[in-house]
């Protein structure tokens, strides 16, 4: 990464017992910001901690060397330094008189979105959360520099407190192409967004800080305007963002919902419940905890309708190695809040998530599946990757039945899953499901699922009454036909390798999803002549025909349904 911060610039308008100290300080290429405050020893704060510059106390004639030397303070009592990215803040007494001055250092980094550099070629809305300091701003602006320069799109932003394209008349050299708008006052940001889009014909918009109800709304109309939006905000989480009555609206707002007696018992949840109002302005939802981390929601919609329902969701963790690679990897979120709407599912990993992310490469080399975060059960929180050995679970889980309710209770079937540990998933997307399990009272009048039911080929399953010895027998019936009794799961667990153990489990899944579930031939993926031989024999024991085809080291195997 390459950085640009003029510190130099800033250490100018400090007093000199404060510029001495900084100027030869081992950390100072890291230095986060510098305290100044009346009566008080002046301060630097790096991210290992705070400490004190000097034994000297800061005076009136200290910090009016300081402002003198700074712009005029705005509206939100902040001021920068002509043509650098710093921002100086200013805390006032009762009279009006600074007291305090805050001087944030503004770093160019360049480099930093390389980690989402795949989502900015398919043109989300990006909303970018985290708390004070971690480097949202950081981020837009290189945002805007690369849509601008390397994208070729006309980017104006949005800039209430010089703080993206620094002080002064003429922006930064960081934000490339991109046009800049000043905001007069912070309370008018709203309309200048507006004004932006009605006056200068932008593709993208780049907004920092929404903080206000007017701004929420000005971004949802830009949104609406089929104009891309690049956007920040404060909250650590995404359920933080629900949470937040101002700002709710950016994710589409919620909205108390009250359902009838059937839908409910469908459902298996209360009659009164949470839903999402509208679509969301922002598409993409990134959490920044670190500034080597992030957290990707890449469809906002599904994901606060997961959080809203209590239904654990997977997201991406990307985090940027020091060797310049994107490690991309699979989590579970576990949302503690909104579970009035659903029982708590105690089910486990998806194959296709630890398939779709969970390994270290370079982010040119990935291609993540769109249905990565949405799956819905699971309790225990984990991290799936190749990097270290499977556990387990691992084989079991790509076992797993996903199995679609028609007025059955979700919480009676779940409890009979959990209490016999069968390998059951249970779904509320149709188009995700391997089994349906209905009332055959209330199946048979349904022309429209057994119509879904025959085109996707999902085996039904009908019981007479929805008691538990009932559901029971027809779980129980489920696992026995889509189990191989004769394969040993456990020796192959103990005496394989990883790369074998994932063999094993990308022929497994191919088998029962595509082969048996499609009844559909598919070709698996390039391999050695020993783990040809593994294929081979587990291709054996479903009664399957296989052969293999292509030439070293590109040989694989082709599977064909019986």
């Not at 005029?72 to 710093?86: K, V, W």
């Not at 080399?365 to 990097?387: C, F, G, H, R, T």
């Not at 540990?421 to 089994?435: E, S």
Request: charged share 25%; hydrophobic share 35%; proline share 4%.
């Amino acid at each position: 990464m390459l950085i640009a911060d003029d510190l130099g610039q800033l250490l100018e308008i400090l007093p000199d017992f404060i510029r001495y100290p900084l100027q030869i300080h081992s950390q100072r290429k890291v230095l986060i910001e510098v305290v100044m405050d009346l009566g008080r020893k002046p301060e630097a704060r790096f991210p290992k901690g705070p400490e004190y510059l000097s034994s000297k106390i800061i005076t009136w004639q200290d910090l009016d060397y300081s402002i003198k030397r700074t712009g005029n303070f705005s509206g939100d009592n902040r001021a920068g330094i002509e043509r650098t990215l710093h921002r100086i803040s200013s805390i006032k007494n009762r009279q009006g008189n600074i007291v305090g001055l805050t001087c944030r250092v503004g770093r160019a980094v360049l480099g930093t979105i390389s980690i989402i550099r795949d989502l900015l070629d398919t043109n989300p809305s990006i909303l970018l959360l985290g708390k004070p300091g971690v480097g949202k701003t950081t981020a837009i602006r290189e945002i805007a520099r690369v849509l601008a320069d390397e994208m070729e799109k006309r980017v104006v932003i949005i800039d209430t407190s010089n703080e993206i394209a620094g002080d002064g008349d003429i922006p930064h050299p960081a934000i490339g192409r991109a046009r800049r708008m000043q905001v007069s006052r912070p309370e008018l940001q709203h309309q200048v967004m507006i004004e932006a889009v009605e006056n200068h014909m932008p593709e993208v918009i780049i907004i920092d800080e929404i903080g206000t109800e007017l701004e929420a709304l000005a971004a949802r109309t830009i949104a609406e305007r089929g104009v891309q939006l690049v956007g920040t905000a404060h909250g650590n989480y995404l359920d933080s963002l629900i949470k937040n009555p101002v700002l709710s609206d950016l994710i589409g707002g919620i909205q108390y919902v009250t359902l009838g007696d059937d839908e409910a018992k469908r459902r298996g949840s209360q009659k009164s419940i949470l839903e999402r109002k509208a679509s969301p302005a922002f598409q993409v939802a990134i959490e920044i905890h670190d500034r080597n981390s992030w957290i990707v929601h890449e469809s906002v919609g599904q994901a606060v309708d997961q959080l809203l329902q209590g239904v654990n969701l997977w997201v991406q963790r990307r985090k940027l190695m020091s060797n310049g690679s994107i490690s991309i990897e699979c989590e579970e979120y576990l949302p503690t809040t909104f579970v009035s709407n659903t029982g708590r599912y105690h089910s486990k990993m998806n194959i296709k998530n630890l398939r779709s992310s969970s390994f270290t490469t370079n982010l040119v080399n990935i291609k993540l599946s769109p249905d990565y975060p949405q799956e819905q059960n699971s309790e225990k929180l984990q991290k799936a990757s190749y990097k270290s050995s499977f556990c387990r679970s691992s084989i079991e889980d790509v076992c797993s039945i996903r199995v679609y309710l028609y007025y059955i209770n979700n919480a009676q079937v779940q409890m009979i899953i959990n209490s016999l540990y069968l390998p059951i998933i249970i779904t509320r997307d149709i188009v995700k499901a391997d089994v349906i399990l209905s009332l055959r009272s209330n199946f048979k009048h349904n022309t429209k699922l057994k119509q879904v039911a025959k085109t996707r080929q999902i085996s039904i399953y009908t019981i007479c009454s929805s008691t538990s010895t009932s559901i029971k027998r027809a779980l129980v019936k489920m696992v026995n036909t889509n189990k191989v009794s004769n394969y040993d799961w456990n020796l192959a667990l103990q005496d394989s390798t990883p790369i074998e153990l994932k063999t094993l489990i990308e022929t497994r899944m191919a088998i029962e999803k595509i082969v048996n579930g499609k009844q559909q031939s598919v070709e698996l993926l390039p391999r050695d002549v020993n783990l040809r031989k593994l294929q081979h024999k587990l291709i054996n024991f479903y009664n399957l025909r296989s052969r293999s085809f292509g030439e070293e080291p590109n040989r694989r195997l082709k599977i064909y349904p019986k």
